[in-house]
């Protein structure tokens, strides 16, 4: 039995073309005949190569070549069903007992997962990696707070560049990046659970087990027992036969290399049949899996929902921010509320966008002037894209990338003209209202239609710019029988003249 | 001598009651001091906005107001005192009743007929009142009748002449 | 693609009872089991969709069946670029970036065809129009339906339906169909064209209503008109 | 190969002007197109608008367009510079005169008659000139010669040929 990785998503991280089988929580596990607290719950994976246990705080797994047998015992009362199983443990497989460690950083609570090598005599802790995020070593005994003021003055590590006290365990200045020198902090034990598993001895040296007993508190016993005998046997047959590396992931261009003439027509042979039940059963699949992510997605989105209305202090920021992050990165539909703390990095991409777009628009033959100082966001869309033509950009993410236009102080703003969501330069909106004036004058009494031939700007943009100029009484409007024709407003002329007169 | 009609005549927007509420006021202005220049010229007194509207329709660039645009016209008038409805028409103060009453008076002191008694009838001797308006005239002896310089006569409760102090 | 229901999440008259729940119930250790819940969830899709990524990538049906999936359960997978620098959404690493793009690209499309024939429909084109206009066998209506629902935060873009065929229609401008103008479309789309004698036999509106309908129709450029028959018959716009 | 009418030749509303302005406009474009699509299948340069009309009139669905919207669709064109009258007939510019004098010119330069005179009747023997209008071919010869490249030779008043620099 060894240790594995985990993924971040902790699932055992599988080897090149190694297919899970069969999952299942709620599974404690005895080492031998005794039950460790350690392994009180969790969850067991079943791939075709090994048989995985994996909880928050460990990560094992059996290669299945070295299982002889597995017994399965029907649960009766209290006690549930458990699957028994005989490992070969004929020393085949030297290995270095490898515990994998996760802590979460009280600063940036940002998950870290640690390696302590620990061969079998001797627990050595090699000094623990700093957090990955925020780069602070995180023994857990120190409360850390983002406002080293709070700690005494002389514990904090003042910078000898900026002056600036920083947090004790900061390897470098927070402000200046000047590094401390770091006081050599002695590795502390890690936290207390894995403490606890030394004090009472029932760590053992993993190569000597010699069984395991899975138990299913929560059922699924059955069709994983008869999971795992298929894929005993799959085994079997396999050292048996020519010991065939079956390559059996879809992505061929990964794919081992193969033995021969024999090899290639099964391994085409499996694979059609492989491709076939998956897509066939890659439907159901995606059915059965899209039911387990409904519910955890509504559990995530109700919790959204309260969370938008908790006062600050109930959820603390950090984790309201991770939340966030995760539901932002899986793009819940989070209440716009919520939403609109969004991130900070998720800013920065933003404003990244902005700027691209911005470059865009400066482009004489993507200048807003062209369309009269308007775009609609959709057209801007179409454009954009267009000339980006790899690596699009969603409407979504174009939507929040204009909004960041005014902290760009771009001379471009989002309004909305006519109901329709759009982008309009205030200088080239002026200069088409100016050109639409020159029209007017030219031939006074053109309809929109005539306008936007004129101008060659849409119709819609002309009528936007019209209603402005028709606000700010440069230009008067005639009902005609058929069509509506603007002129400029001559009113005051006429009143000037008639004074002059009549004075 | 024709008349000569103002340029806006002929500018189309003119028959269009115009949305923006600032041009709009300068069109109710210009269509005001259009219809008294019109009347004053045409020495027309009254005008039925139902019947006599060539006035508000110009053939040759085929645009009308319409009859709401009218009645909002002679409204702006009315509250502007150049004019107000005598039961079905709409008088036109092309000359106000103060200014009728004005010279009135100048030409009843200019011809000493102070303190007599004239009948309506000899009243439109003065000058320019040949053809004045019935009512018009009335609107002017009220004006000078609250100053205190004339008073309606009334023999057996019908009105005979009017008496100027 | 609305929301699941939170817009309509009523902050009012209940806030004071929710807190006093909520701070009962929202701990840390329930929130952090919650993100337990996710990862998981994520592990499982990523997994799911590194199997089955080719199913994806080359079957239409699949895929649009895959983001109708994530969308009746309030995730959009279309919603963020592939690049965002926080590494790629979880979505784009999950559908690989050809899939935001075939969708993103598919949108941009949209957009164009409906502006290139606007004036000649009004803004307003079948599904099937476009999907003629674009010439590509592979794109199916929903492929469409996941591009325009895409669009949705820019605003202008919408599906509509009318006629007994519930025939579904683009519509790429703002307009405000009245119900006596969706009807008559309605018809239009069954029969052919619309002439008065057809509408009032059909519906018996009296000829008031009938004329301004049409009249409406006209001047938003939603039917041609054709003064050649025995009386005026309008027509819906062809893809010329 | 027959010619292959677009679909909306066969849209019984292509034949009426549309009153909707915007409709009209993609309305003029598409008769625009159709009219030039066809001139080029039929090497076509000129056209009677009152007489060869069946190009207006499709027989099969019995629709047809009226005179005074076949003058506003070459009004149109026209202004569009993809036709232009020659007194009474129009003439179709489905290949413009700067295109004809740009393959003019090629084809000069390529056989090497710079410099020289050559005959209105030598020129029909560039490649696709054949046929060559008399009224575009000129048209063409003018573009050059703005252009500076070449010089119509004119011999006692007569004109006798073309000169290209």
């Not at chain 1, 409360?143 to 947090?167: M, V, Y």
């Not at chain 3, 590494?87 to 690493?93: H, V």
């Not at chain 3, 429909?121 to 929903?142: A, F, H, Q, R, V």
Request: glycine share 6%; hydrophobic share 35%.
């Amino acid at each position: 039995m060894e240790t594995v990785h985990k993924t971040a998503g902790g699932r055992p991280e599988l080897a090149v073309g190694e297919t899970s089988i069969a999952m299942h929580a709620g599974i404690a596990l005895y080492i031998g005949d005794s039950k460790t607290p350690a392994f009180e719950d969790g969850r067991s994976y079943l791939t075709d190569r090994a048989l995985y246990y994996i909880n928050d705080r460990a990560a094992l797994g059996l290669p299945l070549r070295s299982i002889n047998a597995a017994e399965y015992s029907a649960g009766i009362l209290t006690r549930s069903a458990k699957i028994t199983v005989r490992i070969d443990a004929s020393g085949k497989h030297k290995d270095i007992l490898q515990m994998q460690w996760k802590w979460v950083c009280p600063i940036c609570s940002h998950v870290n997962t640690a390696d302590l090598a620990a061969d079998n005599d001797n627990i050595d802790i090699t000094a623990q990696r700093p957090c990955v995020v925020c780069g602070i070593r995180s023994p857990d005994t120190v409360k850390a707070s983002r406002k080293p003021a709070e700690i005494g003055s002389t514990d904090g590590a003042t910078c000898p560049r900026c002056t600036f006290i920083n947090h004790p365990s900061m390897p470098e200045c927070e402000i200046c990046g000047e590094p401390l020198k770091s006081r050599n902090l002695a590795p502390k034990l890690p936290p207390d659970s894995f403490k606890a598993i030394l004090n009472d001895q029932q760590l053992h040296d993993f190569s000597q087990v010699t069984s395991i007993r899975l138990s299913f508190r929560q059922g699924g016993d059955k069709p994983f027992y008869s999971k795992l005998q298929s894929a005993l046997r799959n085994i079997s047959n396999c050292n048996s036969s020519t010991n065939l590396a079956t390559e059996t992931s879809i992505d061929t261009g990964r794919s081992t290399p193969r033995l021969g003439i024999h090899a290639l027509e099964q391994l085409s042979l499996q694979q059609r049949a492989q491709t076939s039940a998956i897509l066939s059963g890659a439907l159901g699949d995606l059915d059965s899996l899209m039911q387990h992510a409904g519910k955890v997605v509504e559990v995530a989105q109700n919790l959204a929902k309260q969370m938008a209305i908790a006062p600050e202090g109930i959820v603390p920021k950090e984790t309201q921010e991770r939340f966030l992050e995760q539901a932002s990165a899986m793009s819940l539909a989070v209440p716009s509320s919520i939403s609109r703390n969004v991130t900070s990095n998720a800013h920065g991409y933003y404003r990244e966008i902005a700027r691209d777009l911005a470059e865009f628009l400066s482009l004489p033959q993507n200048s807003l002037r062209n369309t009269g100082g308007i775009m609609g966001l959709a057209d801007l869309y179409a454009s954009y894209n267009r000339a980006r033509s790899l690596d699009l950009v969603s409407p979504h993410d174009l939507l929040h990338a204009v909004e960041e236009f005014k902290n760009l102080d771009l001379p471009v703003s989002l309004t909305t003209v006519a109901g329709v969501k759009v982008i309009q330069s205030e200088a080239d909106a002026r200069r088409a209202q100016q050109n639409l004036l020159k029209i007017l004058q030219e031939c006074p009494g053109s309809s929109v239609i005539q306008l936007a031939i004129k101008s060659q700007y849409s119709t819609a943009v002309v009528s936007a710019h019209l209603q402005i100029l028709e606000d700010a009484a440069r230009v008067c409007l005639d009902r005609a029988p058929t069509v509506l024709q603007y002129y400029i407003n001559e009113f005051d002329s006429f009143i000037i003249s008639r004074e002059t007169i009549s004075a | 001598m024709s008349y000569q009609y103002p340029k806006a005549y002929s500018y189309p927007p003119f028959f269009t009651k115009q949305p923006n509420p600032q041009t709009w006021q300068s069109q109710l202005q210009l269509w005001k001091d259009f219809i008294i220049d019109w009347s004053k010229f045409h020495r027309a007194y009254r005008l039925n906005p139902t019947s006599d509207i060539d006035l508000f329709h110009n053939q040759t660039i085929d645009r009308r107001l319409s009859p709401q645009v009218i009645d909002e016209i002679l409204k702006y008038m009315t509250d502007n005192g150049s004019g107000e409805f005598d039961s079905k028409e709409f008088v036109i103060y092309w000359k106000s009743p103060e200014e009728w009453a004005e010279s009135l008076y100048k030409w009843i002191e200019s011809t000493g007929q102070i303190s007599r008694v004239l009948t309506f009838k000899e009243l439109k001797n003065a000058p320019d009142f040949n053809d004045i308006d019935q009512f018009v005239l009335r609107k002017a002896i009220q004006v000078l009748s609250k100053r205190g310089k004339a008073q309606i006569m009334k023999v057996d409760n019908v009105e005979a002449g009017v008496k100027f102090f | 693609m609305s929301r699941l229901g939170l817009a309509s999440f009523d902050k009012s008259a209940k806030d004071a009872k929710q807190f006093s729940d909520l701070s009962s119930s929202l701990n840390q250790s329930r929130f952090k089991e919650l993100a337990n819940q996710l990862e998981v969830f994520q592990a499982a899709l990523l997994q799911f969709a590194t199997e089955h990524r080719d199913e994806i990538r080359n079957s239409p049906e699949f895929r649009s069946k895959f983001i109708n999936m994530c969308h009746t359960i309030g995730v959009d997978p279309l919603a963020t670029s592939a690049n965002t620098n926080q590494g790629g959404s979880f979505w784009a690493s999950l559908l690989g970036r050809d899939i935001n793009d075939y969708y993103f690209q598919l949108a941009v499309k949209v957009v164009e065809a409906c502006r290139a024939t606007k004036d000649k429909n009004g803004g307003l084109m079948s599904m099937s129009d476009i999907i003629t206009y674009l010439g590509n066998s592979n794109i199916t209506e929903s492929d469409i339906k996941n591009a325009i629902d895409s669009l949705h935060p820019l605003g202008g873009f919408d599906i509509i339906e009318f006629g007994s065929k519930r025939k579904k229609m683009v519509r790429s401008v703002p307009m405000q169909l009245s119900n006596d103008q969706s009807t008559l479309l309605g018809i239009c789309q069954n029969i052919g064209y619309l002439s008065k004698t057809i509408i009032s036999d059909n519906l018996q509106w009296n000829n008031l209503r009938i004329s301004s309908a049409l009249e409406d129709l006209v001047s938003s450029g939603l039917v041609w008109i054709d003064l050649q028959a025995t009386e005026p018959r309008y027509y819906l716009p062809m893809l010329f």
